[in-house]
């Protein structure tokens, strides 16, 4: 059965899309079909695929199509389904355009479900597909979460690790009751981890300690080869994947694929 995984924190700079990136393409390289969608107006996962201009058709124009849920079918979304450089993995991407749906959206009929019949489609054709959700609690990312199956919060190593997150919690609450009933919290993400520093593994015991078995025991690393790897349109292990980031996205991808067993 597909999997549908939301990465969500609205605190901007946590390793979201890092997380949508690299994840998705650690799929890929297990043979797993895998497709990334990029939810943010920014186009960050796009660009870190290697998409750096706007395409003919996006995720605009397909939550476009879905206002009338007969237009949502496989062969109408095909066009906006983009090959990458790893065999396994395609990509719907996003644009500027995606932000003047939040506009579209506030008077529209069962607004929050646009994705949703999306994916009922796009379950049938992947076996992984992976959301990358905007760095804020609005109408795109109630979408995104009525639409998933679960989701993954990556949390950043620092000081304020924690701040927001009752805020995300009580919103992933709210769609559980109101919109998604099986909606599943997958876990919580260490990102920008530095073994080196005390306050790092000061905030790692603390969110272990306060999320308890949510946190997932891979750990991303500070690492500059993910820094890197976006300005060149590739996901870690195509630009290295001997690096500790391309390591660490492997070990998550294979905590979660032991998971599910």
Known sequence: ?????????????VGKTTTAVNLAASFAALEKKTL????????????????????????????????????????NI??????????YLKAITSGPDLAVMEIELV???????????????LKQHFEFIIIDAPPSLNLLTLNVLTAATSVLIPVQCEYYALQGMTELFKTIREVQKNLNANLKIEGALLTMYDARLSLCK????????????????????????????????KPVILY?????????????????LNKDK
Do not use: W
């Open 202 to 233: 000061q905030v790692a015991e603390e969110v272990r300690e306060n999320l308890s078995d949510t946190v997932f025991q891979a750990m991303i690393p500070r690492n500059v080869k993910l820094s890197e790897a976006p300005s060149h349109g």
């Open 1 to 13: 059965m597909s999997k549908v995984i939301a990465i969500c924190n609205q605190k901007g700079g």
């Open 78 to 87: 095909k066009p906006a389904i983009m090959d990458t450089t790893l065999d």
């Open 107 to 121: 008077n529209a009929m069962s607004r929050e479900r646009r994705l949703e019949r999306v994916m009922n489609v």
């Open 240 to 256: 290295d994947v001997q690096s500790s980031g391309s390591q660490a996205y492997m070990k998550l991808s294979e905590e979660i």
């Open 36 to 75: 990334l969608i990029d939810m943010d107006p920014q186009g960050n996962a796009s660009q870190g695929l290697g998409f750096m201009e706007s395409q003919d058709m996006d995720i605009h124009e397909i939550l476009q199509l879905a206002d009338n849920p007969d237009n949502i079918t496989y062969e």
